[in-house]
């Protein structure tokens, strides 16, 4: 009976454990395509000299080939939109950064300082 209950513990604690790194590599994974993706997107030149400031919020799924589809794209301005989903449209998410067919949104702010 001890060695039962021992193993019901053990197994309880082992799931815990493995639980915990899964949530672990999860948040990192996001954390890292997450990372991509904004580094990715930067301030356009032209619109900067212009002093043109805004923001770009984008819904995007990333394809199989690792490519961005964007599903939606709202901006209070055109330029920068634009701009924002043409620089997405370059990037290629590695294999070991898909989530394919997932989406997520990103949120792009342009200011001058």
């Not at 919020?57 to 794209?73: C, F, M, S, Y």
């Given at each position: 009976?001890?060695?039962?209950?021992?193993?019901?513990?053990?197994?309880?604690?082992?799931?815990?454990?493995?639980s915990?790194?899964?949530?672990?590599?999860?948040?990192?994974?996001?954390?890292n395509?997450?990372l991509?993706?904004?580094?990715?997107?930067?301030?356009?030149?032209?619109?900067?000299?212009?002093?043109?400031?805004?923001?770009?919020?984008?819904?995007?799924?990333?394809?199989?080939?690792?490519?961005?589809?964007?599903k939606?794209?709202?901006?209070?301005?055109e330029?920068?939109?634009?701009?924002?989903?043409?620089?997405?449209?370059?990037?290629?998410?590695?294999?070991?950064?898909?989530?394919?067919?997932?989406?997520?949104?990103?949120?792009?702010?342009?200011?001058?300082?």
């Amino acid at each position: 009976m001890k060695t039962k209950k021992l193993f019901i513990i053990a197994a309880i604690l082992f799931a815990g454990v493995f639980s915990t790194t899964a949530k672990a590599e999860s948040q990192n994974f996001a954390s890292n395509l997450d990372l991509l993706i904004k580094s990715s997107v930067k301030y356009p030149a032209e619109a900067k000299e212009a002093g043109i400031s805004g923001f770009v919020r984008v819904e995007v799924i990333i394809n199989e080939d690792g490519t961005l589809t964007i599903k939606q794209a709202n901006s209070n301005n055109e330029s920068l939109k634009s701009n924002v989903i043409s620089q997405l449209s370059q990037i290629r998410v590695p294999g070991n950064l898909k989530l394919e067919n997932k989406s997520a949104i990103y949120e792009f702010k342009f200011r001058l300082l």
